[in-house]
């Protein structure tokens, strides 16, 4: 994997050279690396962001994306961003995690109480704040993209949590994740996503967890044949970029590449949704049921997870309780 990192890195440090000398115009194009295909609701929506990016800072700023985990998985490009061979990352707040606390309070299951309060969050002072929160660990967040809400699938419905019983479930890194499945009864397994089609496939792991369009959109939906809309938690993506490139840029390109990343946001709203409701037919047709679980006993099975947080973590559960007081 070390080895993969420094090829990738002395690939992208050669495009970066080339690109400079060979322009003398002081245009700057950042890299931007995520790990859906191009079908992806988010890749479409940075793609617009790219666009107006451009025409906002009459092309002084690009942004050249790159999906498919082509230059490696989540971990490995915040790494790559970190060292300063990657600009920027769409991943999301279960991966940030490990970058900074704060994005575990979006990792804890029903702690929003319907979408519009997830969107007051996201899009209000709290949510501002947690963007901003991992700056000194070498970037910030400039946007959230709306993402769903997270499901358990495998090859049985789950009803009741007792149906997660020793199975073993990929999880994303994240300590709060991991947390949630061991509340449920099942044994979580970290996974990186590009590694999960094959994990399935094999019963390296029995199960897994994510949203509609990423099931269909990954084709997990070829081997897992029950989704059961448990709706766990509402994990944001988020798109972040290194505080080296960010404050290179003059304070008029660096609003416009935040006005930008926030119409993007808004535009993914519709584009979710719609992507939502196909992805959901495409996997209807190949065959995957969609089942109704019993919420209520998710909810209950979870709220130790809150009162161990009150205790362990008073800073953390701080930021839950003005989470929760938000309209
Ligand atoms: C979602 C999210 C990705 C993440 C993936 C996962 O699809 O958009 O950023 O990597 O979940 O479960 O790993």
Redesign the pocket.
């Known amino acids: 994997m070390n080895m993969r990192k420094n090829v990738l890195s002395a690939v992208i440090g050669t495009a970066l050279t080339v690109g400079f000398s060979a322009s003398a115009f002081a245009a700057t194009t950042f890299k931007l690396s ?3 295909n191009r079908d992806h609701a ?1 890749h479409k929506a940075m793609t617009e962001m790219a666009k107006e990016v451009r025409e906002l800072t009459d092309g002084e700023v690009r942004i050249r994306i790159y999906p498919d985990a082509q230059l490696g998985t ?1 971990r490995e490009s915040m790494e790559l961003m970190q060292n300063g061979a990657l600009d920027m990352v ?3 707040a ?2 940030l995690e490990a970058f900074s606390s704060d994005y575990s309070a979006f990792n804890l299951p029903y702690l929003f109480r319907d979408q519009q309060h997830y969107f007051n969050v996201k899009e209000g002072p709290v949510g501002e704040q947690i963007l901003a929160s991992s700056r000194d660990s070498g970037f910030i967040g400039l946007t959230y993209y709306e ?1 769903g809400a ?1 499901s358990f699938y495998t090859s049985k419905p789950i009803i009741n949590p007792e149906d997660l019983d020793g199975m073993k479930i990929r999880v ?1 890194p994240s300590p709060t994740a991991i947390n949630m499945v061991k509340s449920l009864g099942g044994s979580p397994t970290p996974l ?2 590009g590694e ?1 089609y094959t994990a399935l496939q094999q019963g390296v792991v029995d199960a ?1 967890e ?2 509609i369009p ?1 099931f269909s959109l ?1 084709r997990h939906s070829e081997v897992s044949k029950y989704f059961s809309l448990d709706e766990h938690t509402m ?1 944001p ?1 988020v798109l972040v970029i290194s505080t080296k490139s960010f404050d290179a840029l003059s304070k008029e390109n660096q609003a416009a590449l935040k006005t930008a990343a926030m119409n993007s946001m808004q535009l993914m709203k519709q584009l979710w949704a719609d992507s939502e409701q196909q992805e959901r037919a495409k996997a209807e047709k190949m065959g995957v049921k969609f089942v109704t679980p019993n919420k209520p006993a998710f909810v209950e099975a979870v709220q130790p997870m809150y009162a161990d947080l009150a205790k362990s973590n008073p800073e953390l559960s701080a930021l839950v309780e003005e989470i929760k007081a938000v309209q």
Do not use: F
């Open positions: 995520h790990n859906h988010v989540q769409k991943t999301n279960a991966e993402a997270r994303q990186a996503y999960l897994a994510n949203n990423s990954s994990v993506d």
